[in-house]
């Protein structure tokens, strides 16, 4: 008699009267005036609960069921029947019922069969998985995470751990965090307070710090293998506090080499369509919940994605869009500029209706690997908003020639020290290449319509927040 | 005419005279007499070089072609046709050659077409991909990644991102790494130096560190969807340089409820035979290169792991062979101390001449997680150890009885205002549950017959050292 999961069971046809083993907790239970007893078994492998029946004969055998609890983990041996009741095809009768695990003070546990709030479960993160909402986003995860690895490597990109501690303490504008030895603490306080950075007191011989992109490492070796891309941790020391931010969060990072910018909007474009495919024809029960939990219609949502075109707009002729559509932003809309939330919203949300592709930013609020233009003042770059969500991929061409990243190096104050390597790709058979990167919790809450990204990872590290 | 991988060039039949167009990098080159050029072609896509054939009217259309280098980038469009020489099948006669990148100053280019030793190569670090052995190397480490992730799938087990910033300051002897954040140097004396560890002047309010594993947050989530993984990197401040350690590094930790310490040896087995047969169908070129490499015949090392029937041995009558074997080992044996690695090679290498198990450690060598046996002296762990690398597995049954796991948090000195939600879940519903751990690195090693590990990850992190 062999174990076998709950959704196996039910997806597949068991003849009536096959003999099964279940291990699972209970969701929800009920017990009839004729001793017959009904659980709800979940084991976390789908959606949906088995239901198990406990007739007569076993409840005098063990009278102890009658005080299993909604969490009580327990191992059903029984046999597979039609159901009688119409919310289920199938159900276990059992045969044999062990329990495994009580719930200590049922009254105290945080978890019940009812609805609980996003914020409640965020205070019980270590028990949340338990609940519907959260398996659904799990699986779903699960199978982003791995349609997300299949169609890398059909398309010949190879998987590169870049590194997540780095010497590099910027390459842009982002708070980073600083690592040290756990030292205890009057050794921190003395070591530091002298002020003798001479290295000798560093780890590493040097600085240390958590990375915030693994872009530049992987560089390195699209300009040797051609196609790879890289999924890990990155992290931002920000003092922010909101449902878009976490200090701690995962990135996809894709890097071609002898591409260019519209060879990788391509590729980003052909990745978010497969990737919202696969979710639609794998995950279609947990999307249902999700749709239902958010009150967001996904399927719309998603189906939109598919079926509309997605729209291309140079970010010069956004601006002047932004300008002349007569709206009342907060942000003052300028040449230059950075685009805001409530910007990008107007355009996708309203005037396009669609995905949106901006292209072309301005050289000064974009970073320094960017290729330059011919006009000398934008670079090849491109962002893609999504109605709902904003930004979901960014990405841009990188410059490849030397003379030019040395300029854009200087301009941001950025020091030949590190980047010495990062020009060696330049200096040494460099070719045009082109990347792009992407937020996995964010792509996560747009195909879940989750509002608030600590829902998105399952023990979420944010400013002030660092429990469990 | 479409842009083709050489991979695919020389793994598809591709008709005479086909138009195709390739880029990549040239690994060597030579000029006849005959005004003629033969160019070994590399894109990373696979160890094998295309030859391109550069005829005396390209020569005579672009007299630059000469002055090519090996390492220069080039894109050629051209005819494929059978090849006169012997060394290839096919080669590509080019009509067109665009070159994209030189060589500057070509004697200082680090990377030659000679063998450079991997202690010469770790000094440029972000350009040994340029070499025969680290592309190998990086294409047997994606298939390995992507066939771990094809293997979890279809047994049904989920991925989830355990966190990598923790509170949880130990759970065993591991040295870890502390976090702040990036104040500048002055802020960082002040704060520190006053002594005021009230929590306000840290990030999350707390003490943070880098994780060490992600078992604990990974067993909430098998507490509740049963078969989990998760894959990410793992962090060691020790100060040590050895061929063996490296300070990030990215494991394998796989949790299955409703399991035993023999299920889970089950699973680390099947899992370690299908990545290794995937890459010997897979990477057959590039593990015999590697297997040149490393004068280490990988093909009878892996097939050998295949072959032979695993060997299983309890701690205790491992301790009674190691000392009854009069061997003159360095460490001494005694039952209640760790294995030394002169110990793992005798019982691998010379006594079992195979993969070996060995089983339930004394408590005192183990975390405390682990489950304690009925002789209340030992715990249901393993570990697996190969010929030629030593341990390459761990794993155990946990501890799901919540007062035997709180008699063994005390017995460690750890502290329930960490671990009480980890308890939480021996309260809640608990069941039996086991799990075990991988070093991705040391799985690389065994496969690649490289022997240190700096050579196994792109950019190593090791003490001292945080370059690129």
């Not at 005080?67 to 597979?80: D, M, R």
């Not at 756990?182 to 530091?192: D, E, R």
């Not at 980047?419 to 330049?426: A, E, G, I, K, V």
Request: with cysteine; charged share 20%.
């Amino acid at each position: 008699m062999q174990t076998t999961s709950i959704s196996n069971i039910l997806q597949k046809f068991i003849p009536e009267n096959t003999k099964i083993t279940v291990h699972g907790w209970i969701r929800t239970l009920r017990h009839s005036k004729a001793k017959i007893s009904f659980l709800d078994l979940y084991d976390g492998s789908c959606l949906k609960t088995l239901q198990i029946v406990i007739g007569e004969n076993l409840h005098n055998y063990k009278s102890e069921i009658l005080h299993l609890t909604s969490g009580c983990s327990v191992t059903i041996c029984g046999k597979i029947v039609k159901s009688i009741g119409n919310k289920q095809d199938i159900e276990l009768v059992a045969t044999n019922v062990t329990i495994l695990g009580w719930i200590d003070q049922p009254n105290t546990y945080p978890i019940t069969p009812k609805k609980h709030s996003l914020e409640y479960l965020r205070n019980v993160a270590h028990l949340r998985s338990r609940t519907h909402i959260f398996g659904a986003i799990s699986r779903i995860r699960h199978i982003l995470f791995q349609s997300m690895h299949n169609f890398m490597h059909k398309k010949g990109l190879l998987w590169i751990p870049t590194p997540i501690i780095t010497a590099a303490d910027t390459e842009g504008n982002s708070k980073m965090f600083y690592l040290s030895e756990n030292f205890n603490n009057k050794n921190i306080s003395n070591n530091i307070s002298t002020n003798q950075v001479n290295g000798e007191q560093f780890f590493f011989g040097k600085k240390a710090f958590l990375t915030v992109s693994g872009q530049l490492n992987l560089e390195t070796y699209a300009c040797a293998l051609s196609k790879v891309y890289t999924f890990g941790p990155t992290f931002r020391a920000e003092h922010s506090d909101t449902n878009r931010h976490l200090s701690e969060f995962w990135m996809l990072e894709v890097e071609i080499a002898f591409s260019k910018l519209n060879d990788i909007i391509e590729l980003a474009k052909a990745f978010l369509t497969n990737m919202i495919q696969i979710v639609l024809e794998q995950c279609t029960p947990d999307i249902t919940y999700c749709s239902n939990h958010s009150q967001c219609n996904l399927f719309k949502r998603l189906e939109n994605f598919l079926n509309n075109k997605i729209a291309y707009i140079e970010y010069t002729d956004a601006i002047n869009l932004l300008i002349s559509c007569n709206k009342n932003f907060k942000n003052t809309v300028f040449w230059g500029g950075d685009l805001f939330s409530e910007h990008e919203k107007y355009l996708s949300e309203e005037y396009f209706k669609s995905p949106v592709i901006i292209m072309n930013y301005p050289k000064n609020i974009k970073a320094f690997y960017m290729r330059l233009n011919d006009d000398n003042k934008t670079v090849a770059s491109m962002d893609i908003l999504v109605p709902g969500i904003g930004e979901i991929i960014g990405g841009s061409q990188r410059e490849e020639r030397l003379n030019i990243l040395k300029e854009r190096l200087l301009e941001n104050n950025l020091s030949n020290k590190y980047y010495w390597w990062y020009q060696d790709l330049r200096r040494y058979g460099t070719v045009p290449h082109s990347g792009f990167g992407l937020g996995f919790e964010r792509l996560l809450i747009y195909i879940t319509g989750i509002t608030n990204i600590k829902d998105a990872i399952p023990f979420p590290r944010v400013f002030k927040n660092i429990n469990f």
